[in-house]
């Protein structure tokens, strides 16, 4: 049921990226995520919760992550993320994606592409055995090497019945002691959201004027990816694809 609510997810997010372009509000983005999400059988997963007012995260330029749909208009080089969940059959599932508007500069799409492969790099440590630290590790060391820094204090969760579950899964190993959840064991069963946030500037963020969204302190770009991960007997299977 996860693997469809996945795919279901997959090919919205894929309608919402065709429609990003130099003159488009993000309102009209989550108007449409909303419309496709209906169509699908589907609830939005953000909806509500925790009285976030709508159903997809927008977040332009110097915004990591959960930002509200606005009037604002995406301007030709805005590097604009977007972050969607989707409810399936009593499941969660949970996606997010960056993409440049329009037409950008070299260093925008290079801070897209190392992001990217950030998320490769954690999903690659999913697999039994394992442990949620060796995931955050593989983040930390592959972004710090391409010249960025993470994001420390936001991260990825654990994800089923609940859009936010146990464990926390950290983007970093920045602190020396292990937290109980990055001691914990990956087991065959679990599903993982892995969330790569980087930024071209300073890790350290504050809350956006809207009051549920979060930016770069020193205004620097950002830019996140994420997928919803099912821990098989040999490895991973990223279900927020369209196969």
């Not at 003159?23 to 108007?31: A, K």
């Not at 995406?74 to 499941?91: A, H, M, P, Q, T």
């Not at 998320?119 to 090497?145: F, H, M, T």
Request: aromatic share 6%; with cysteine.
């Amino acid at each position: 049921m996860m693997a469809e609510g996945g795919k279901i997810l997959a090919g919205i997010m894929k309608e919402l990226e065709n429609k990003v372009r130099p003159g488009i509000t993000t309102e009209e983005l989550d108007e449409l995520a909303e419309e496709l999400i209906f169509k699908s059988g589907g609830k939005c997963s953000f909806k509500g919760y925790e009285d976030f007012p709508a159903c997809l995260c927008t977040s332009v330029n110097e915004e990591i992550v959960h930002a509200v749909p606005s009037k604002r208009v995406l301007r030709e080089g805005d590097i604009f993320s977007l972050d969607l969940g989707v409810y399936y059959k009593g499941f969660h599932t949970d996606m997010a994606t960056t993409l440049p508007v329009g037409k950008v500069s070299p260093s925008v799409k290079r801070l897209i592409e190392v992001t990217k492969k950030t998320l490769e790099a954690g999903i690659k440590k999913v697999r039994p055995g394992n442990c949620i630290r060796d995931i955050s590790r593989a983040i930390q060391e592959y972004a710090e090497r391409e010249g960025y820094n993470i994001i420390h204090e936001l991260c990825g969760h654990g994800i089923g019945k609940k859009v936010h579950e146990p464990p926390q899964i950290l983007n970093s190993v920045f602190f020396n002691e292990e937290t109980e959840d990055e001691k914990i064991k990956i087991k065959e069963g679990m599903v993982l959201c892995l969330e790569p946030m980087l930024t071209a500037g300073d890790w350290r963020i504050k809350k956006s004027k809207d009051g549920f969204g979060y930016e770069t302190k020193d205004g620097s770009l950002s830019c996140h990816f994420e997928h919803t991960i099912a821990v098989l007997k040999n490895g991973a299977k990223v279900l927020t694809v369209v196969e």
